[in-house]
T-cell receptor, first 113, second 111 residues
Framework: DGGITQSPKYLFRKEGQNVTLSCEQNLNHDAMYWYRQDPGQGLRLIYYSQIVNDFQKGDIAEGYSVSREKKESFPLTVTSAQKNPTAFYLC????????????FGEGSRLTVL | LAKTTQPVSMDSYEGQEVNITCSHNNIATNDYITWYQQFPSQGPRFIIQGYKTKVTNEVASLFIPADRKSSTLSLPRVSLSDTAVYYC????????????FGQGTELSVKP
């Protein structure tokens, strides 16, 4: 079945460590997105990519990095520069058009110990 | 920058119709309006999408006035399982592809 796969579902990290969250889609979508969600809050855009080898910062990109070497993959690295990384991270993709709906993965919950 | 504003929370009872309004004053000419539903610890899922006037599917209706500066999601005869957070989303016409969610509306359906 087509969809978006995020891994790991749960991740624990010590302060000062970088961690990479995986996001893979087999929907043949051009655009991919990373959002962060804190408890009781809405989704905030971290990074997005509309095409392979290109990506743009969202509203809260500081302390994060991404790559888009393949159409189906958009990994997110949470670096030690991110001061409050504990959150729920959601990856999404959609067709590259203004009508394409977003398809979300199941999310990755990162906890910094 | 297209920004959306929604009520923070709403309460309803089973069997009632619920209308959630979203304002989006800076919507771009080619932007569609999309509504999503999110349950705790899950990714949002698509409910309905429209451009103007009225759209209806098997779960909801979407009303969009002529000026498109707002939209209203209508959920007929809600049940307890409709308790969730609802987000309206419009594209950022200035940066094509940048999709910003508002704070969402937390709907609580009571028996």
């Amino acid at each position: 079945d087509g969809g978006i796969t995020q891994s790991p579902k749960y991740l624990f990290r010590k302060e000062g460590q970088n961690v990479t969250l995986s996001c893979e889609q087999n929907l043949n979508h051009d655009a991919m997105y990373w959002y962060r969600q804190d408890p009781g809050q809405g989704l905030r855009l971290i990074y997005y990519s509309q095409i392979v080898n290109d990506f743009q910062k969202g509203d809260i990109a500081e302390g994060y990095s991404v790559s888009r070497e393949k159409k189906e993959s958009f990994p997110l690295t949470v670096t030690s520069a991110q001061k409050n990384p504990t959150a729920f991270y959601l990856c999404a993709s959609r067709r590259q058009s203004n009508t394409g709906e977003l398809f979300f993965g199941e999310g990755s919950r990162l906890t910094v110990l | 920058l297209a920004k959306t504003t929604q009520p923070v929370s709403m309460d309803s009872y089973e069997g009632q119709e619920v209308n959630i309004t979203c304002s989006h004053n800076n919507i771009a000419t080619n932007d569609y309006i999309t509504w999503y539903q999110q349950f705790p610890s899950q990714g949002p899922r698509f409910i309905i999408q429209g451009y103007k006037t009225k759209v209806t599917n098997e779960v909801a209706s979407l009303f969009i006035p002529a000026d498109r500066k707002s939209s209203t999601l209508s959920l007929p005869r809600v049940s307890l399982s409709d308790t969730a957070v609802y987000y309206c989303l419009v594209g950022d016409g200035n940066q094509g592809g940048k999709l910003i969610f508002g704070q969402g509306t937390e709907l609580s359906v009571k028996p």
